[in-house]
Each structure stands twice: as C-alpha cells, then as structure tokens.
T-cell receptor, first 118, second 112 residues
C-alpha cells in the first residue's frame, strides 16, 4: 500500500490567495483526519470525517477554512483567503474504525504539506 | 487541553533502554492508550497501543499501570534513529465525539 498521499508537499503563496490541499487516504479506511502543526500550538485536529461525512469540525479555525470529502478516496482542505498566520504543516491521516468492535482507531499519517503564506 | 502529561524532553545514550513516561489520570475505562512518534520532517507514525495489558511489538513495549492512570513506552535499545518526538494519546473506543488530542509530546534526544 502506498500509504496516505498528500499533495502538494510544499506550497508557497501570497496573502489573499486561495490554497487547496489534497489527500488520498489508505484504501479501505473509513475515517480521515486533517491536522495542522505549528511550533507554537503543536499538532491540532482540524476536522474528522467518517464514511465521507464530517463528524467534528470544531477545530477548524474560522470560516476561511473548509474541507470536503466527495468520496472515500479523496479529500481537500481549502483556505480562502489565506493569511500569513496559516503558515504551518498540514497533515492528513486515515484510519479504519470498526464501530461494531469498538476499533482501536490507529491513525496513519501522510508526509504533510508545508504551507507558507507570504 | 491534552488528556495526557509527558515530560517535554528526555535524553538517553545510544544502545541503552529508554523509558518514556505518560500520565493519564482521567482515562476512562474504554480509552485505548496510543503512542506515536514523529521523526524530523515527517508525519507522526504509529508505535504501539494497548488497553489494559502490557504489549510488545517489534518497535517497543508498552507497560500500563494496573490502575491505567499512567503508562510507559519502553525502547529496549535506543539508536540514533529513535530521536523523535513521542506522543502519548488516549483514543476513545466508543464515544466518537471525544476529540483525540496530541499534546506537545516528549522530545527524545539520543546521545552517541
């Protein structure tokens, strides 16, 4: 298995521009997570999908952030408009939650997208 | 806030065992204890997890206190490649509304 795939790996953009980050989860996984990591705040959960449905988006900073999961093999995180304070590494992770057995929810992370907003 | 407490950093000599502690006094009976580590410039990777009993795998061992309020990740023979940030987190088994919080973790330095 190729693992979780994220693109692009690096993104440099100017303040005010739209940024779209992409994620392909591990085939067969039914849950997908978007995280943001900064030196100041560490690793923060932004949003979590289960079976393509957003379950918890309370970590999304503000309305400029939106996430979609149109099918089981693809998700996007969009920032519009971007601001310098959005500069961070954004990770996508996927997991197989076996709800009927409780599941251990082990998450498998992608390599991350390093976003720099100038 | 994180539901676990870990030391900010630890040091160990190469080829010696390392014991990384984690306190989780508010753990519920259905929470799993997961450990992840993050190598420089990489995403976090799974290390080990457990519920009540001690666990061993090829990477590490996990010792869980009898009252489950603390656990210890054991690297039996540290190498330079084990230098990373180690996260101890609680993952809810039943209540999917509980948020998984990573916290700051423990930065492990390995001295050659």
């Amino acid at each position: 298995d190729a693992g979780v795939i994220q693109s692009p790996r690096h993104e440099v953009t100017e303040m005010g521009q739209e940024v779209t980050l992409r994620c392909k989860p591990i085939s067969g996984h039914n849950s997908l997570f978007w995280y943001r990591q900064t030196m100041m705040r560490g690793l923060e959960l932004l949003i979590y999908f289960n079976n393509n449905v957003p379950i918890d988006d309370s970590g999304m900073p503000e309305d400029r952030f939106s996430a979609k999961m149109p099918n089981a093999s693809f998700s996007t995180l969009k920032i519009q408009p971007s601001e310098p304070r959005d500069s961070a590494v954004y990770f996508c992770a996927s997991s197989l939650i076996l709800s009927h057995r409780g599941g251990t929810d082990t998450q498998y992370f992608g390599p991350g997208t390093r976003l720099t907003v100038l | 806030d994180a539901k676990t407490t870990q030391p900010n950093s630890m040091e160990s000599n190469e080829e010696e065992p390392v014991h990384l502690p984690c306190n989780h006094s508010t753990i519920s009976g259905t929470d799993y204890i997961h450990w992840y580590r993050q190598l420089p410039s990489q995403g976090p990777e799974y290390v080990i997890h457990g519920l009540t009993s001690n666990v061993n795998n090829r990477m590490a061992s996990l010792a869980i206190a009898e009252d489950r309020k603390s656990s210890t990740l054991i690297l039996h023979r540290a190498t330079l490649r084990d230098a990373a940030v180690y996260y101890c987190i609680l993952t809810p088994r039943k209540n999917r509304d509980d948020k998984i919080i990573f916290g700051k973790g423990t930065r492990l330095h390995i001295l050659p």
